[in-house]
């Protein structure tokens, strides 16, 4: 399943997609201790497997949370992304 979480509005969409059946194989989960703000956390989905998904204090805010990784200019460097072997985690901005 593709779980979304961000929100739009009038600048932008800003959502974080977690494809998570790459999670449920995914034995160390190296995406949580990679971001630097401890955005993601780790969740039993409703067949009980170990899925990743976005803090919820975060879904509503996620353009400032993610900015240390995405600075306005020069370069970005996802963490997230970068350690997903897998390629679960896209951002839409
Ligand atoms: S590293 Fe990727 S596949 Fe593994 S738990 Fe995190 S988002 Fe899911
Ligand atoms: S872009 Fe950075 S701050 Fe945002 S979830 Fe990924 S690692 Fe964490």
Redesign the pocket.
């Known amino acids: 399943m593709i779980a979304n979480y961000g929100y739009k509005d009038g600048s932008g969409d800003f959502f974080?997609s977690i494809d998570t059946d790459k999670c449920i194989a995914c034995e160390d989960k190296p995406c949580l201790e990679?971001?630097?703000?401890k955005?993601?956390e780790k969740f039993a989905d409703d067949y009980d497997d170990e899925v990743v998904g976005v803090k919820e204090e975060h879904r509503k805010k996620i353009k400032y949370?993610?900015a240390?990784?995405?600075p306005a200019s020069g370069e970005r460097n996802?963490?997230?992304?970068k350690v997903c072997q897998p390629g679960a985690i896209e951002?839409s901005w």
């Open positions: 974080i990679a971001c630097p703000i955005i993601l949370s993610c240390e990784c995405k996802l963490a997230c992304q951002h």
